[in-house]
């Protein structure tokens, strides 16, 4: 079972993609929403992946 949803929307205002993150996954609204700083919806998808993907690999084992 997934424990987050991230999902892009689009800025009605700028035009521009943020993301919310949803927590729990079936959460009705966003734990977390960003910026509306993305170009693309697929801009905004590939910058979290990176986010996470670097904090995974610089996490310490505990």
Do not use: F
Not at 12 to 33: F, N, R
């Amino acid at each position: 079972m997934p424990l987050i949803r991230i999902e892009a929307a689009q800025d009605a205002a700028s035009g521009k993609y943020y993301l919310e993150i949803y927590k729990p996954h079936d959460a009705a609204s966003p734990y977390v929403t960003t910026q509306p700083r993305y170009q693309t919806a697929a801009a905004a998808e590939n910058d979290i992946i990176a986010i996470l993907a670097a904090a995974a690999s610089t996490a310490k084992g505990g």
